[in-house]
């Protein structure tokens, strides 16, 4: 049936396979995959705000956009969303290698939204309940119950906790504070208190937002321009029409702005000491740039708008949660801002997150089994992170609801393993933010080859058809034909692959010189191609050392009793005998645990050789 705003709601229905409770990027793709193989409910206050973009309007970027790439690749939806509402788009790092080039799409904000709701309220499988969750009571069997705040009481084998940063959520402007999940809207005031109760741990972190400037106070034309690639790109190989039809532009901080700040701190809810929570350090306030960068007489700052005919632009870099009146003043020290009015003021939020290292790798909760959580609430930032947990914890939470086999995504296999391999052995003291540095072999786990790579797994969960699969397998073989088309094709004495191979050379440098391809191969293809021939020396090289590390990395550590492991450090033993990681690769990455530990687990693993391959 469908509810007075155009959701389907759910009847007299009490009973669903998994409950999904939040519905922002991590909600958002959990009730998707979800709702591939199960029954789901996505409960939520407020159906308008499903698919919101909160802070800036854009998905992808360093690190980020190799995750899109994997969650497209695995059925996800966020990819989808991000080239269909395009406005904008640009390959950073692009005169760099393969291995960090990263896709950033500047997206229509509302239109984002819309879309998501489009495909989620239209769900055949996926019931809108609106409503606050209270409590999450154990059914005795396995399942459990959420318990909303007017007492209705919904079933699940398996939940899904997607709060965000609503748990507790206190929103900051100067000294001045609110109980807000994010701005204008309500905290969820009641779900600690069971995490809490079921043995989890939470911390208190902090995040925060630039102000939103009306875009008719601005005088671009003092700004630097920063036109979209004419050639758009996409993460589903299908950019929108509108992916190259805005510019963003770039203007800096100037030494008045950092004046004004310095003598402003004490009006800094983080300097003056009321806010506990702990903050990102790869994403600083305006404030925490000017103290910690002090020698720096200038930031740059990004302008990004919200849409083509938008009223407002997004002040990237400008974090802040001084008071109103001194944002009035400090945005208006900016080139081309000098006139700008706000239209809605930078603030911080504070909120309660679970401890990453108490989940599964399945972000499944190792206190209470069944629940699962997903985004911010894990002590993640960004978008992209919260949809790829989404992502991995909808379709476990659906596979354990119908009883299928659990499968792991291990950290060899890209962007989305490191991120959970990260954040179930290290944890986080501050929101968590993937790049490219934090991936050890990245050179084999690209963007370019994310579809490569993740959808057989993809398939494999039930999350991609077989159609999708064999259209991914077709690619590649035409790929490796064209490979071997080059090494075939002599070009004055060498070979076309050697010639390709020359740092200097481009494929249509070499093409231009006699070489060929079949005409079949579409860029995406192409690009291909030249990276796996041009790169094939460091390719190799990779997958040797990885093959090398996989001997160690694979022995089990499945039935060792860390407390009598001689010549552990106090610190290694207790992290170990806590986390209980199953492989000697997991143990290596726990914080903590130093390369003397790992010498220490391999003897005693020789001293009792029982069969440790797994």
């Known amino acids: ?101 990263s896709l950033r799409v500047q997206n229509e904000r509302d239109a984002y939204a819309e879309r998501a709701q489009d495909v989620i309220l239209g769900h055949a499988a996926l019931d809108i309940v609106r409503g606050e969750a209270a409590d999450l009571e154990s059914d005795g069997g396995g399942g459990w119950w959420v318990v909303t705040t007017d007492g209705r009481r919904l079933h699940a084998r398996s939940v899904v906790l997607a709060a965000g940063t609503f748990m507790r959520g206190v929103t900051w402007y100067g000294r001045q504070s609110r109980p807000e999940g994010r701005q204008g809207e309500p905290p969820s005031r009641f779900l600690s208190a069971p995490l809490e109760r079921g043995g989890h741990n939470l911390k208190r972190y902090k995040t925060g937002t630039p102000p939103r400037v009306r ?3 601005v005088r671009f034309g003092d700004l630097e321009v920063i036109p979209a690639d004419p050639q758009p790109r996409g993460f589903t190989g299908k950019p929108g029409p509108r992916a190259a039809e805005s510019p963003t532009w770039q203007t800096h901080t100037t030494p008045e702005t950092h004046r004004l700040i310095q003598e402003n701190l004490h009006e800094s809810p983080m300097y003056a000491g009321d806010i506990e929570g702990l903050g990102p350090r790869y994403c600083p306030s305006i404030e925490d740039k000017v103290v910690k960068f002090a020698h720096h007489d200038r930031h740059l700052l990004f302008v990004e708008p919200d849409g083509i005919q938008t009223s407002e632009v997004y002040l990237q870099g400008f974090s802040s949660s001084l008071p109103p009146r001194l944002q009035d003043e400090l945005v208006r020290t900016l080139p081309g801002f000098e006139q700008a009015v706000i239209q809605r003021y930078a603030y911080a939020v504070e909120y309660d997150v679970v401890d990453s290292t108490e989940l599964t790798l399945n972000l499944e909760s190792k206190r209470m089994p069944g629940l699962f959580t997903a985004g911010q609430v894990n002590g993640t930032s960004g978008y992209e992170e919260a949809a790829a947990q989404g992502l991995v914890a909808g379709t476990a939470a659906a596979r354990r609801a119908l009883g299928l086999e659990e499968q792991f995504i291990g950290r060899e296999t890209g962007y989305l393993g490191v991120l959970l391999d990260d954040l179930v052995y290290k944890g986080s003291d501050e929101p968590y933010r993937m790049m490219t540095s934090r991936v050890e072999h990245r050179l084999l786990v690209r963007q370019d080859n994310a579809d490569e790579r993740m959808t057989p797994l993809g398939h494999a969960l039930g999350l991609v058809d077989s159609a999708e699969l064999e259209r991914v397998r077709a690619k590649y073989a035409r790929v490796q034909s064209g490979i071997e088309s080059l090494s075939k094709q002599r070009i004055q004495g060498q070979t076309a692959d050697a010639w390709l191979r020359r740092p200097e050379m481009s494929l ?19 690009e291909a191609v030249e990276i796996r021939v041009k790169y094939a020396g460091y390719i190799a090289r990779a997958e040797s050392q990885l093959r090398a590390e996989a001997k160690a990395r694979d022995l089990s550590l499945s ?56």
């Open 215 to 217: 875009a008719d106070s």
């Open 559 to 614: 039935g060792v009793d860390f407390a009598h492991v001689a010549s552990l450090s106090n610190e290694a033993r207790e992290k170990l005998t806590r986390l209980q990681p199953q492989t000697l690769d997991q143990a290596s990455r726990i914080s903590g645990v130093r390369h003397a530990d790992i010498s220490a687990l391999l003897v005693h693993l020789k001293q009792n050789p029982v069969s440790r391959e797994i």
């Open 508 to 526: 249509p440098d070499l093409e231009a010189m006699g070489a060929t391809l079949s005409a079949d191969l579409s860029a995406s293809e192409r």
């Open 1 to 101: 049936m469908q509810g007075a705003t155009g959701e389907r709601t759910h009847g007299h229905n009490t009973t669903w396979d998994v409950v999904v409770i939040g519905g922002g990027h991590a909600g958002l793709e959990a009730a998707w995959a979800a709702a591939k193989l199960s029954r789901v409910a996505l409960l939520i206050g407020n159906p308008a705000t499903v698919g919101r973009m909160p802070c800036n309007p854009a998905v992808g970027g360093p690190g980020k956009s190799q995750l899109v790439f994997e969650v497209q690749a695995l059925g996800g939806l966020m990819g989808r969303l991000a080239d269909e509402t395009a406005i904008h788009t640009r390959m950073l790092n692009a005169g760099k290698g393969p291995a960090v080039q």
